[in-house]
């Protein structure tokens, strides 16, 4: 089982990065996916999840308006569009997967964002 994030980097604020999870070894579809992210000297946070089946979405109201997490079951992967980014927003962002019927739940690896002038 891997969880694989792509797209982190260095942008400045009022900037666009979209960050890739690549999933193997499971089901896609039959796992809740989320990504999380932590700051230094903070405690993980949840940004945003997807019901792969279903496709409800919720966001952190941080994000909300800003952020837009997508999957596409065919790639086996879930996105984190991120626009107008601030300063705020730096952390390393993780990608999180959670079974629907509770066998199991796995973690990425993480990429960082930072949002910096």
């Known amino acids: 089982v891997q969880l694989v994030e792509s797209g982190g980097g260095l942008v400045q604020p009022g900037g666009s990065l979209r960050l890739s999870c690549v999933a193997s070894g499971f089901t896609f579809s039959d796992y809740i996916m989320r990504w999380y992210r932590q700051a230094p000297g903070k405690e993980r946070e949840l940004v945003a999840g997807i019901a792969t089946a279903a496709g409800i979405r919720n966001y952190a109201d941080s994000v909300k308006g800003r952020f837009t997490i997508s999957k596409d079951n065919a790639k086996s992967t879930v996105y984190l569009q991120m626009n107008n980014l601030k300063p705020e927003d730096t952390a390393v962002y993780y990608c999180?997967?959670?079974?629907?019927?509770?066998?199991?739940?796995?973690w990425g690896q993480g990429t960082q964002v930072t949002v910096s002038s």
């Open positions: 999180f997967g959670v079974s629907r019927y509770g066998t199991g739940s796995y």
